[in-house]
Nanobody, 124 residues
């Protein structure tokens, strides 16, 4: 059973940076794509970023492109989301998820393991 745990969330001001981490405390995701999603209050969960199993392919939502960067360290079983230039509209619970596939994908249905989420709050 794969268990994912996110960390690094917090309360920051607009323009600040945060780095989220997603670690697999049980199982592994080194051979699978991993994605980040987020859910703001009153909204549906949405795709943020994804990375292929080798880290050679990434994809981003238009709303975060150029500000966020996803990376992974398979030796540490950890995926990161570097978030720069944060905006109040980035406020949400951020979830990492492991896909059953090796290629990066935006579709929630392609992810079968999810972490509990970490709160990111950006004040204006």
């Amino acid at each position: 059973q794969v268990q994912l745990v996110e960390s690094g969330g917090g309360l920051v001001q607009a323009g600040d940076s945060l780095r989220l981490s997603c670690a697999a405390s049980a199982g592994t995701f080194s051979r699978y794509a991993v994605g980040w999603f987020r859910q703001a209050p009153g909204k549906e969960r949405e795709f943020v970023a994804t990375i292929s199993w080798r880290g050679d392919s990434t994809d981003y939502a238009d709303s975060v492109k150029g500000r966020f960067a996803i990376s992974r360290d398979n030796a540490k079983n950890t995926v990161y989301l570097q978030m720069n230039g944060l905006k109040p509209e980035d406020t949400a619970v951020y979830y990492c998820a492991r896909s059953w596939a090796i290629l990066s994908t935006r579709r929630e249905g392609d992810y079968n393991y999810w972490g509990p989420g970490t709160q990111v709050t950006v004040s204006s």
